[in-house]
């Protein structure tokens, strides 16, 4: 063990000892009142009848309301169905909304990507912004290498999560554009109470959440709690993976006479988590390439780990826990162990009145200031045998694209800009001050390459597995600030009218310092970082060292930055009730823009910082540090968007069970942080001779209509929507080989001497599909539920047509020309989503059939295949997968719950995203072909203990 006992008990359960005097307080307290007043605070026995159950939604309408009366798709999960599906993460919790697609939560706890409704996968949660208590987290989802979900750590004071998909979403709150999610906090009441929960799962998991919350005075109630975290990492990492916490709380103050309200919220975070990415594998060899009509189809039982197993081996190990980077700042050392770590404060102010004229009036006030650390290894796709990967992969795939490169510039002092890049239309440009000749010497000279163990210095063995290991590494300060101010007024007017005028501001700043690296490290378990260094024929080091703390470039690519935006929204919304109220319609719109100022600099001057006492070239010398990236010059954006958006829902009531609804839409998504950060760098583009300004913002129309039936013993939904989104611009860019401003040298035109092409174009998304929510009580098996949900959508990419450039090369790899390839993805199904997902969720409650006081209930997933990516070759379809969880609830008393959870109870093995596959990369024996994907977690089990009083 790594701490003692002892220690584990002082660390973990700091939160409960914090929280341990208010809960006896309040448990006392408790006890002292009255017994009549206990007994009023105690819930009705339940009556049994054929109504409807009212599930009381607060997001996507301007006044609570139940969820069979919205206008607009919603779905919602309380805090018991949070607890039974005891999800690890908040991508875990959202796979259980239908149309939500969460990748199966393989990234770990933190740093996941969703999609929604066929919407494309661009990273995180772009379309689908991440709200605590109506006002975000942070004002932008997608931020890069600071996803959505760090801000968010469902607990004991999470009451419920509620999902809007399109409709009002899109006009009460920013970037709502596929799902608006709102993860509603639990607050105080008039009655004391409060929770512990222990939890542990099998791979050195502990947890403790903790809540209490009551009445300070008759106007006045607190809520307070949070949870405290440390695990070994469901993958075998070899440290403590994950590790940290938080504790939030808030005050709710109420007049006497009810109308007006006063709410204080603060939120501390400090948390760490594992990041999870594609292990390699190897498949049946195969010898044409995947094309749309004949993908390469990936088989679970077919596929086999490369010296990884899948289930929880990882990449990271004890070994490549810690290595160097070095940059502008000179030399650091990354512990890949800081993971995902945001460490933020939230602080809220909500305050609303209502006037003696009805008008009322509210505002919600929130901002988020803190830093988010991103430490995570990414993998590459070389994994083979040491002596391929020294004296074959090292040597084709490393010094010859480099060599070549300054050879193709036809300059007698070319500089390294980079072990992989090939010559484009500028790369010429950027060689300096190290000759042909000395670039020879330093990097071409060696007949081999040898490599040695950092951890022990033992050689590494022919048959020993290597692979290119790529860290992106980045911190960033980030703050946010939103204001909300709502005006709401009801009048009579052929029905009810509830309207509600709203004005919106923000303001936030990211500042990231990105930087990756390329490292040598060990495919296998417990891996190792390898140091490679030239040696001749007898096996004798000839020159420097080719790595550095097993990095062949310990400061590479990224980027450091400065965005701060300033965004305004101005909105209208019109909740109509008509009909006696049968029917209900929800008219609104939304204008919204931002500002954004970007500084940014690309890490692109290449420097070399050989220190001033080695000899270059000298075995004391290394390679790897000829050539970094530092921060080149400043490239700045200063520019205005906005869009406006609009809203139009309808719910009517045919019967007490019954209601039917419709919506159409036109939502809008301004550009996100990394789109501004992008967009500092980008040029004026050129289309057939005319400058083309480029689209930012990105729009969707939305149609939707259902049906809800809700009684007691059955439920159904059903929701039949099409969507069509229209995304930003895309740029393509090609060389044009057939130029007679190309040079050419043999007869083969220098690619990066022909003019440049720029393409414009638009990868849009079209989708039909539907979504069906089921739940029945039968009378006739007292106790037992079944619930499920079923996804069938047909997402086809639109407008996406292009031209690329590939080489002719003759068997022996040698460029013999160039051609055009004219690309359409136009009826493709983008890359990563499922036509078919489906969630069945039965639980059988024995207590009135045995007299024992226990649940049982069982979730069966299951998802359909996905393309890797939507291009025109290479094309490679992962498999579709089900995955079985089963897990009891034993109420041990009135108060202490025990509850046992096993995911992933038939070891699926999927892949949830992954690399399309080429015919070229082969296996360490030649008999496979080999690639990365990164798949499922395997079986784990976890157990808790909870008390409420």
């Not at 009366?69 to 607890?83: G, K, P, R, V």
């Not at 798949?935 to 008390?947: E, H």
Request: glycine residues 8%; aromatic residues 10%; proline residues 5%.
């Amino acid at each position: 063990m790594r701490y003692s006992i002892a220690t584990y008990i002082g660390r973990s359960a700091a939160l409960a000892i914090c929280l341990l005097p208010a809960a006896v307080f309040a448990h006392q307290q408790a006890a002292q009142e009255p017994a009549a007043q206990q007994t009023q605070a105690e819930p009705a026995a339940e009556k049994k009848s054929d109504e409807p159950p009212h599930v009381v939604i607060v997001t996507g309408v301007t006044r609570s309301t139940s969820k069979k009366n919205a206008t607009f798709s919603i779905n919602t999960l309380s805090a018991e169905d949070i607890q039974k599906l005891a999800p690890m993460s908040t991508a875990d919790l959202l796979n259980n909304i239908p149309g939500i697609y969460a990748e199966g939560s393989t990234a770990g706890e933190a740093s996941n990507n969703i999609t929604v409704r066929g919407l494309p996968v661009v990273g995180g949660y772009r379309f689908a912004p991440q709200l605590i208590d109506g006002l975000p987290a942070y004002e932008e989802p997608e931020v890069p290498l600071m996803n959505n979900d760090v801000f968010i750590r469902d607990d004991l004071m999470t009451e419920s999560v509620e999902v809007v998909k399109g409709g009002t979403g899109g006009i009460l709150y920013s970037n709502g554009l596929g799902a608006t999610v709102n993860h509603v906090t639990r607050t105080g009441r008039q009655t004391r109470e409060g929770g512990y929960k222990f939890e542990y799962a099998d791979y050195g998991f502990y947890r403790h959440d903790a809540f209490v919350s009551g009445p300070i005075n008759p106007n006045l109630t607190y809520a307070v709690g949070g949870f405290y975290r440390q695990s070994d990492g469901i993958r075998n990492t070899g440290y403590t993976a994950d590790k940290g916490g938080q504790i939030r709380g808030n005050l709710l103050w109420n007049s006497k006479d009810r109308k007006t309200q006063a709410r204080v919220d603060a939120l501390l975070l400090n948390d760490r988590t594992a990041f999870y990415q594609n292990l390699p594998i190897s498949v049946p060899r195969f010898t044409a390439s995947g094309t749309p009509d004949n993908p390469t189809v990936l088989d679970s039982d077919s596929i086999e780990p490369l010296g990884i197993p899948f289930a929880h081996g990882t990449t990271a190990s004890p070994h490549n826990r810690k290595f160097p980077m070095l940059g502008e700042y000179g030399q650091r050392t990354v512990d890949q162990a800081d993971g995902i770590h945001p460490n933020f404060k939230i602080f809220t102010l909500k305050l609303a009145h209502e006037l003696d004229n009805g008008l009322r009036l509210s505002t919600g006030l929130r901002h988020t200031d803190g830093s988010s650390g991103f430490n995570a290894v990414f993998t590459g796709n070389d994994t083979t045998t040491a002596s391929n990967f020294l004296n074959a992969r090292y040597q084709n795939d490393v010094v010859s694209p480099a060599h070549n490169a300054a050879l193709a510039c036809n300059l007698n002092d070319a500089k390294l800009i980079g072990y992989f890049n090939v010559p484009s239309s500028n790369a010429c440009a950027q060689f300096a001050n190290i000759s042909r000749d000395d670039f020879i010497r330093r990097y071409a000279r060696a007949t081999a390459v040898s490599g040695k163990w950092l951890n022990d210095g033992t050689a590494v063995q022919p048959t020993n597995l290597l692979n290119f290991l790529i860290p992106f590494v980045a911190q960033s300060e980030a703050h946010s600030s939103s204001l909300d101010l709502k005006a709401q007024k009801t009048f009579q007017l052929a029905g009810s009218h509830d309207i509600t005028l709203g004005l919106y501001k923000s303001r936030y700043a990211f500042s990231p310092n990105f930087q990756a690296s390329l490292m040598v490290g060990e495919s296998a378990e417990n891996s190792r970082l390898a140091e490679l260094f030239p040696v001749d024929a007898n096996g004798n080091r000839v020159g420097p060292s080719l790595t550095t703390g097993s990095a062949i470039l310990p400061g590479w690519f990224g980027f450091v930055s400065d965005v701060k935006a300033e965004g305004s929204a101005a909105y209208l919304l019109d909740h109509w009730e008509t009909m006696g109220g049968k029917l209900k319609m929800d008219i609104g719109v939304r204008w919204q823009d931002v500002h954004a100022r970007v500084d940014r600099r690309d890490r692109d001057q290449v420097t070399n910082v050989t220190p001033a006492n080695i000899v270059p070239g000298s075995l004391q010398d290394t390679a790897a540090d000829d050539g970094l990236l530092f921060p080149g010059p400043s490239q700045k954006l200063d520019k205005k968007f906005d869009a406006v958006g609009w809203s139009i829902g309808a719910n009517y009531s045919l019967s007490r069970p019954l209601a039917v609804y419709a919506l159409a839409s036109h939502s809008f998504r301004l550009p996100s942080v990394e789109d501004l950060n992008n967009l500092a760098t980008a040029r004026p583009v050129v289309v057939n001779g005319q400058t083309i300004n480029i689209e930012a913002v990105e729009k969707i129309r939305q149609y939707e209509a259902g049906l809800r039936y809700l009684t007691r013993g059955f439920g159904a939904a059903v929701a039949v929507f099409y969507n069509d989104f229209t995304p930003r611009s895309q740029i393509n860019q090609y060389n044009d080989f057939t130029s007679p401003q190309c040079s050419s040298l043999g007869g083969i035109p220098q690619i990066s001497t022909c003019p440049n092409v720029a393409q414009l174009y638009k990868r849009g998304v079209k989708n039909v599909g539907t979504e069906i929510e089921l739940s029945w009580r039968p009378s006739f098996v007292d106790g037992l539920e079944l619930k499920g949900t079923v996804v069938a959508q047909n997402p086809k990419v639109n407008g996406a047509q292009y031209t690329l450039v590939r080489s002719v090369r003759d068997p022996q790899g040698v460029i013999t020309g160039y051609e055009f390839n004219q690309v359409s993805e136009d009826g493709r199904r983008p890359r990563r989503l499922a036509k078919r997902m489906l969630n069945f969720m039965p639980s059988w409650d024995l207590v009135n059939l045995t007299g024992i006081p226990l649940t049982v209930y069982a979730q069966y997933q299951f998802t359909g295949s996905r393309f890797s990516e939507a291009t025109d070759r290479d094309v490679t379809l992962l498999p579709e997968y089900s995955i079985l969880n089963l897990g009891a609830q034993y109420q041990a008393t009135e108060r202490l719950t025990a509850q046992i959870h096993v995911a992933n109870l038939n070891n699926s093995l999927s892949f949830t995203e992954g690399d399309p596959l080429f015919t070229d990369l082969l296996s360490p024996d030649g008999t496979r072909n080999r690639g990365v994907a990164r798949p499922l977690f395997g079986r784990t089990i976890r157990f808790s203990l909870t008390y409420r009083f």
